[in-house]
């Protein structure tokens, strides 16, 4: 059977799963869409939380990220998962015995106040905005990647998908996908990496294998730190990171994942108080799977290239010799050579190959039977190659069965999917619930939000597909932006206004303003606005200064509430209610 | 009510404790042991490098996993305890 058929069927049949799912999870109230009625048991949600949270990013682009910067990348490791900690102990359980349906109904009740709610419904929407159009983009380039269709084919595919089951079945339909997509994308993932273990290290486990002793007698890390010194790079175990660079960045990612509103959301799904703490556990077990599995990935990944492009005496490998996916993926563009010494073969050294980083094609073969590129830069490094090869090449590189191709673009591709799909939900509650009930007319019916909440998630969809289309050039450094505002805006007036009997709107909304303003200045001007590095403050990069941000919060919150009234006494009784367990029963109707 | 009062005021204090202690434990293997301490652990080898680095792409997030439950355990003990389960 060709590859294409199999992709398709592997594809085909995951799409035909979610839709039968959808169906039969249809949403029949508000409370169904927006918490999938309060009962799903706390494994379920785990499952389905890790593949909410695993996005095309973290299935495609994490091993290569880890696999070029080494141990720097461990910022990424803790930081994606350590925020499951704050949020067992510090947010999910009285989230969930406040028993409402989403962020700002929180943030809006507890400061009894429509000015702080309107943040944090603006915060809401541009973080899930941010992350939702990488997440089209993905399942559009998966497409054109194995399925040999145009982008935006791909992309309008996807919308789809998606539409069916985030607008008939709203959270109910979604999670119970969700736990499909997540047995999917681990499959995926794991698959490749188990035979990968097994031919580079004769481990079966990828997490023992990397610290295994390869034929050569030398450990995997060793060799790849020889390996990269000898290439001109820093030791893969080294990184170049400041420490407090490393500190900011873990944190800011922590606490921007504890803040992330369509992660929090999850947790108003489950029955009781109890299982929102455990079900983060289970959320985290099903993420550790993944990301445990990362850091071998990356190593061995890495190991096998260089050998593969320099060959065993590091001298290069004539072009014509290179193994089919080599082609393949220079045919894609992922990969880039320019044989700047004109002997034909292949050199990988560190340096960039190419000006500006990434090669440009011109429409010619060279010699070789190679494509020609109109960049090349001086130095001596002739390869470009992406991150995202990491995993996309992964079974090429490794000589896998044509099957195991085809299971890592339906894993990509429901990655990215569930990804999106919880986005999505979370900007069309914010819209039908938070705006149109709670702000705007206060007095529709229940039938009726639940058709705005589907009229919010199909302008969405549509709005989500045309940046999927039309990406802006900033997808990429925006990321940082949505970590940062959910570090520096939502995380600090949630945990206040759990841990803080004293905390008012005052002290709140002045807080979040700082927290938001600080955070977005200092990233638009070193994002875009060309600020160079020496201008950083302490060596702290755009991606780490949500931590700043979320300092400057808690502080000026904390010396604003000083400052003015205390809250009403029935809010101190909230607070102190959503303290205990006892009497939470079921998501409030209102 | 008093009586409820003072419990409930207990039940958070522990509870408090509770999660200072795990967040000791979160904050000393992944920003102690994965990037503070780093230098410290350097000595001690794991797999063909240093305990450090283990730390930052293994052993912080075993250990995360490991704080949610014992947490999620002694706060399901506790509600029991004290009566305030749902």
């Known amino acids: 059977m060709s590859l294409d058929l199999l992709t398709y069927m592997f594809i085909g049949g995951s799409f035909a799963l979610y839709i039968g799912i959808a169906i039969w999870a249809r949403a029949g109230s508000t409370k169904e869409f927006y918490v999938a009625g309060g009962g799903v048991p706390p494994v379920a949600n785990g499952m389905a939380t890790a593949a909410d949270w695993m996005s095309a990013a973290s299935f495609i682009s994490l091993a290569g990220i880890v696999s070029f910067i080494g141990r720097d990348g461990a910022a990424y490791l803790m930081g994606w998962t350590g925020g499951y900690v704050l949020l067992a102990m510090l947010l999910a359980p009285y989230l969930r015995k406040f028993g409402k349906f989403t962020v700002p109904d929180f943030v809006g009740d507890r400061y009894y106040s429509s000015t702080a709610r309107t943040i ?52 109910k339909g979604i999670t119970y996908t969700q736990v499909a997509q997540y047995c999917v994308l681990i499959m995926a993932f794991m698959v490749p990496a188990f035979f ?274 039309n990406p802006p050039g900033f997808v990429a450094q925006v990321v940082a932006l949505a970590f940062g505002l959910a570090a520096s805006s939502v995380f600090p007036a949630i945990i206040l206004g759990i841990f803080s009997t004293r905390m008012n709107t005052q002290g709140a909304v002045s807080g979040m303003l700082v927290g938001l303003s600080v955070t977005i200045a200092y990233i638009v001007y070193f994002k875009f606005m060309g600020g160079t590095p020496d201008q950083l403050l302490f060596g702290i990069s755009p991606e780490g200064f949500g931590t700043v941000g979320m300092l400057l919060n808690f502080t000026v919150a904390l010396l604003v509430s000083a400052m003015t009234p205390e809250p009403p006494a029935e809010i101190q009784t909230i607070i102190e209610d959503i ?12 | 009510m008093a009586d409820d009062k003072s419990k409930a005021a207990q039940y958070w204090s522990t509870n408090l404790r509770l999660i200072l202690g795990s967040l000791v434990v979160w904050a000393f293997v992944s920003y102690g042991c994965g990037i503070l301490f780093r230098p410290l652990l350097s000595g001690i080898s794991v797999g063909g490098t240093d305990l450090g680095f283990w730390f930052a792409q293994q052993g912080s997030i075993l250990t995360f996993i490991g704080i949610i439950f014992f947490y999620a355990w002694r706060m399901n003990k506790l509600d029991k305890e004290m009566g305030l389960e749902e």
């Open chain 1, 120 to 171: 944090a419904v603006i915060c809401t929407i541009v973080i899930s905005f941010t992350y939702v159009a990488g997440q089209m983009r993905g399942v559009g380039i998966v497409f054109s990647r194995y399925l040999h269709v145009d982008i935006n084919t791909g992309v309008i595919v996807g919308m789809v998908i998606v539409f069916f089951y985030a607008v008939l079945g709203g959270m």
């Open chain 1, 196 to 469: 990968l273990s097994m031919q580079v290290t004769g481990h079966f486990l990828p997490q023992t294998g990397l610290g295994a002793t390869l034929d050569t007698g030398k450990s995997v890390l060793a060799t790849l730190n020889d390996l990269s010194v000898e290439l001109g790079f820093d030791q893969y175990t080294q990184g170049n990171k400041s420490t407090i660079d490393m500190f900011f960045m873990t944190a800011a990612l922590m606490c921007g994942t504890a803040g992330l509103p369509h992660v929090i959301v999850r947790f108003f799904t489950v029955p009781r108080v109890k299982d929102a703490r455990i079900s983060a556990g289970w959320a985290l077990i099903f993420i550790a799977i993944l990301y445990t599995t990362v850091p071998a990935v990356a190593g061995f990944g890495r190991v096998n290239l260089i050998e593969t492009i320099n060959g065993p005496d590091n001298a290069g490998v004539e072009y014509t010799q290179m193994p089919s996916w080599f082609k393949n993926w220079e045919s894609s563009g992922l990969i880039g050579w320019a044989d700047k010494n004109g002997d034909g073969k292949v050199q990988y050294l560190a340096g960039s190959a190419f000006e500006g980083g990434k090669p440009e094609f011109l429409d010619q073969r060279g010699e070789y039977g190679q494509r020609l590129t109109g960049n090349a830069s001086v130095s001596a490094n002739e390869v470009y190659v992406d991150r995202d090869i990491m995993v996309l090449a992964n079974p090429e590189i490794a000589n896998l069965p044509d099957w195991v191709i085809a299971l890592v673009a339906a894993g990509a591709v429901a990655a990215a999917l569930s990804t999106a799909a919880g986005l999505l939900l979370v900007i069309s509650t914010s819209i039908s619930h938070d705006l149109m009930k709670k702000t705007i007319n206060p007095n529709i019916t229940d039938q009726q939000e639940l058709t705005y909440a589907r009229l919010a998630a199909i302008v969405a969809i549509i709005i989500a597909g045309y940046f999927g289309i």
């Open chain 1, 579 to 590: 303290r205990i367990p006892r009497g939470a029963g079921e998501a409030h109707t209102h």
